[in-house]
């Protein structure tokens, strides 16, 4: 039976000299893989640039369910980029969150919210003028509310440290090493809670933005299971230096 849904490419990986196995976070039907044929042919209805790393599509699928690999029907990129695949800065950071999107998302149930929160932020990233060099830092903070661990915002005066493994401020300073001292809480949590729309108002130096993403990278491994190493945001912040 053939379905209509929006989906979000994850991985794509060679599977013969023209065919392709792409896993798409899909609206309908969460994570999917879908055997793709003929992709390197001059002729080819679906080529290979439309299924680059985050890329947003629109697709007919043939949908069975306890099946492994499904097959697509049509396939299109909807909204086309404008901007990220010709920005290094947008592209850099696309690519970076594509790894860590890979690492977190388990689903293979329908989870509109999650699917929504990250197809309408790419969108404004495509359409904004300039590349904050924040966003990436937002988005995987935010991003935690919809994969269930979101820090716990709430504090009062006294509580100095913000426990990354309890996920909420301490009074004492943990006896484990992930933990941010107030200061660096603040900023945390001032990602969390700032509209996209204003992530450029913040300034944040190298460094800082550098100790961010380190801890919010601690974040996501105590808080995923199987998540491993992150190995693009050294690129990433080559990039950005």
């Not at 080819?44 to 640039?49: H, T």
């Not at 603040?186 to 509209?195: D, R, S, V, W, Y």
């Amino acid at each position: 039976m053939l379905h209509k849904t929006r989906g979000i490419v994850l991985k794509t990986t060679l599977y013969s000299e023209s065919s392709v196995i792409v896993q798409v976070f899909t609206e309908k039907f969460g994570i999917q893989s879908y055997m793709i044929n003929g992709v390197k042919r001059p002729k080819a209805k679906i080529r290979m640039n439309m299924l680059q790393p985050m890329q947003l599509l629109d697709m007919i699928v043939y949908h069975k369910a306890n099946t492994s690999i499904q097959r697509v029907s049509e396939l299109r990129p909807l909204p086309v980029f404008r901007s990220i695949p010709y920005d290094l800065v947008k592209r850099s950071i696309v690519l970076f969150l594509n790894e860590v999107l890979y690492k977190s998302i388990r689903q293979q149930h329908t989870d509109e919210n999650l699917f929504n929160y990250i197809f309408n932020a790419l969108c404004w990233f495509d359409e904004c003028e300039t590349a904050d060099s924040s966003f990436h830092l937002a988005f995987l903070l935010k991003l935690s509310r919809f994969l269930g661990f979101a820090p716990n915002t709430l504090g009062r005066s006294d509580q100095n440290f913000f426990d990354l493994q309890e996920g909420e401020f301490k009074s004492l300073q943990p006896v484990h090493p992930h933990f941010i001292d107030k200061s660096n809480a603040a900023l945390f949590i001032l990602l969390l809670n700032t509209p996209f729309e204003k992530i450029n108002e913040l300034r944040f130096n190298n460094t800082s933005r550098r100790l961010l993403l380190d801890k919010i990278l601690i974040f996501y491994t105590l808080h995923t299971a199987s998540f491993g190493e992150i190995h693009s945001h050294e690129i990433l912040e080559e990039v950005l230096s």
